[in-house]
């Protein structure tokens, strides 16, 4: 069975404005050209998010992915993640390392849960 669904795209746009300041933008598909239209020069445009169906704000985006980061945080010590490995980074640290948790740190997640 095939599925056809409403996608949303979200992108992040950076650039210079007319008075040379560096500006980043969230933009849907029907805000697109006139967010393009705002810089200057763009320098930057990414997918940002992919969503079914459309957000409603940026609360949303933020809330959706925090919640998804605070959920692969969790997984730190048992199972890799992109948020620990940065697989899909251009940039690599072969020196990076994992830090041990201090007991602030300990008594600072226990709080949150």
Known sequence: ?????????VRVLSG???????MFKLAGADELES?????????????????????QSADVLY?????????????????????????WSAVKCTAATIRPKTAPQVASEQRRA
């Open 35 to 55: 967010a393009r239209a705002s810089f200057a020069t763009v320098t930057a445009e990414h997918v940002y998010s992919v969503h079914e169906p459309k957000p």
């Open 16 to 22: 210079k404005s007319a008075d040379g300041r560096e």
């Open 63 to 87: 809330t959706l992915h925090h919640e998804q980061d605070q959920q692969l945080y969790k997984q730190l010590s048992s199972a890799t993640n992109c948020l620990i490995d940065n697989r």
């Open 1 to 9: 069975e095939e599925r056809t669904a409403d996608i949303h795209v």
